[in-house]
């Protein structure tokens, strides 16, 4: 009678552990029939979405005439489109990559110090766009 019981609860418990887990399932956990899919990717930023919404801290930064905010945004906008085709080139090596955007960066200096000075072009390229930097420049820019 003893053995009946022990057995009774050694099968109940065997069920009730196939049943929370699950059977021929991985680590315990139940596998899913229905295929998922993945999350929806954000449409990649363009080269113009950036330079726009940028152009006006450089407007303000450097007191730039109409021309050479076009003359600007025209550098920038070639620029940041190199640099994009740099970054989806999966053929090239980290070393290749990295020669060639270090060559980017001098073309770019080249071209904005025919509208600025060295300074102003060094201050341009190292010009930060993080959120915190952009609520500080707008800050000191009211005061």
């Not at 980017?104 to 201050?123: R, S």
Request: positive net charge; proline residues 6%.
């Amino acid at each position: 009678m003893r053995t009946f019981f022990i057995l009774l609860i050694t099968i109940l418990s065997i069920q009730q552990v196939s049943a929370q887990y699950g059977r021929n399932s991985r680590y315990g956990r139940q596998q899913s029939q229905i295929p998922s899919t993945p999350p929806p990717q954000p449409d990649p930023v363009t080269a113009e979405e950036i330079v726009a919404e940028r152009l006006p801290d450089y407007q303000a930064e450097f007191n730039l005439d109409n021309f050479e905010i076009e003359v600007l945004r025209n550098y920038l906008t070639d620029h940041i489109k190199e640099v994009q085709a740099l970054q989806t080139d999966r053929t090239l090596k980290p070393q290749d990559a990295r020669e060639a955007y270090d060559r980017l960066q001098t073309k770019l200096k080249e071209n904005l110090g025919a509208i600025m000075t060295l300074d102003e072009v060094n201050k341009l390229i190292a010009m930060d766009f993080s959120p915190r930097a952009k609520r500080k420049r707008k800050k000191s820019k009211n005061d």
